[in-house]
């Protein structure tokens, strides 16, 4: 199975500032035939469920705010958001859909410093 | 309007049963695979189980595999989670959430029903 694994599990950054996380995956989920990768970003805010950001790697979900972007191919991936807001504070998981079973990242917590 | 309305949760004794239901609405509910996706208090996302738009096809985590049961109702727009031999460790908030149609990954998710196992 495909084990991923998000660093940091803890972020702290200023408003407006940059938020970068990163998830590594223990297989590669790029896909040769349609060259995509198997890859997609969720938000979790407090009280509430998951939603969706980000999927193939880097397309966002209609209605994400534009500096919500992923980035990244085959093993190595991140999740950037660029000018942080407070509404972003948050836990994000990377998961892979590359295999089945789906799995997610450990999670990172994105708060205000 | 999308929605994924669980219920069926409760607190209940290692070894016990209980069955969640997965209420949908604001979209063809036939041409969806949905999974479970669990939360133990405090900790990460787990994926339970799924089952693809037909229902012809299922898959379970190791975990859970040979005592939960995956099923959905088309004519109801309803999928379910039986849960059976229920363990102090399947204590989580349990979510379903909608597959997207060209891969597995997850558009829409419900509020979540909360699983107790406690003696």
């Known amino acids: 199975d495909a084990v991923l694994t998000q660093s940091p599990e803890y972020l702290p950054v200023s408003l407006g500032e940059r938020a970068t996380i990163n998830c590594t995956s223990s297989?590669?989920?790029?896909?040769?035939?349609?060259?995509?990768?198997?890859l997609a970003w969720y938000q979790q805010r407090p009280g509430q469920p998951p939603k969706l950001l980000i999927f193939?790697?880097?397309t966002r979900e209609s209605g994400v705010p534009e500096r919500f972007s992923g980035s990244g191919s085959g093993t190595d991936f991140a999740l950037t958001i660029n000018s942080l807001q407070a509404e972003d504070v948050a836990l994000y998981y990377c998961?892979?859909?590359?295999?089945?079973?789906?799995?997610f990242g450990q999670g990172t917590r994105v708060e205000i410093k | 309007e999308v929605r994924l309305v669980e219920s069926g949760g409760g607190v209940v004794r290692p070894g016990e049963s209980l069955r969640l239901t997965c209420e949908v609405s604001?979209?063809?509910?036939?041409?969806?695979?949905f999974s479970w996706v669990r939360q133990a208090p405090g900790k990460g996302l787990e994926w339970v189980s799924d089952i693809i738009w037909s229902g012809d096809k299922t898959g379970y985590a190791d975990s859970v595999r040979g005592r939960f049961t995956i099923s959905r109702d088309d004519g109801k727009h309803s999928l379910y989670l039986e849960m059976n031999s229920l363990r102090v460790d399947d204590t989580a908030l349990y979510y379903c959430?909608?597959?997207?149609?060209?891969?597995?990954?997850?558009?829409?998710w419900g509020q979540g029903t909360l699983v107790a196992v406690s003696s």
């Open positions: 998961q892979q859909y590359f295999r089945s079973p789906p799995a």
């Open positions: 959430a909608r597959a997207n149609r060209a891969a597995e990954y997850f558009d829409f």
């Open positions: 193939w790697a880097s």
């Open positions: 297989q590669s989920l790029l896909y040769s035939l349609d060259n995509k990768n198997y």
């Open positions: 604001g979209f063809t509910f036939g041409d969806y695979g």
